[in-house]
């Protein structure tokens, strides 16, 4: 693990494991999953560190803007996959559970996740100007 430059402290959580696997992928390392394998965390949670823990999860696990965000892909994920898949789902089956705490947390997320990748592409946009 080292060789392939070990963990990136910087990404702290939700995104570390992707990054580093893909890392010792591209090196010719083969991977195991073990589903009996278990992490506790202790953890004393915000609802804005539960928003960008998700965010980060669904960021790095499927990669999204891979290539760079751009305002297209941005809008795109808006509208197309944060409103389907990570608000219209949820909020369905928090709703057919009656768990109407989780139902409010749904509705932050619709706002949360675009404001995310917003600020990502202004941060992609600044880096690229310096």
Do not use: C, Q
């Not at 749904?106 to 675009?114: E, K, M, Q, S």
């Amino acid at each position: 693990m080292l060789e392939a430059g070990g963990y990136n402290d910087r990404m702290r959580t939700n995104g570390e494991d992707t990054d580093i696997s893909a890392r010792l992928r591209a090196r010719g390392w083969d991977l195991l999953y073990t589903p009996s394998a278990r992490a506790i965390h202790l953890r004393h949670d915000s609802i804005r560190s539960v928003l960008n823990a998700y965010w980060r999860w669904w960021r790095f696990g499927v990669n999204a803007y891979a290539n760079g965000p751009r305002l297209r892909s941005v809008l795109g994920h808006a509208i197309f996959v944060h409103f389907r898949y990570n608000f219209l789902g949820p909020l369905r089956k928090d709703v057919e559970a009656r768990r109407w705490e989780l139902a409010l947390f749904d509705f932050l997320i619709l706002a949360y996740f675009p404001y995310r990748d917003f600020l990502l592409l202004l941060n992609a946009k600044k880096g690229s100007a310096e």
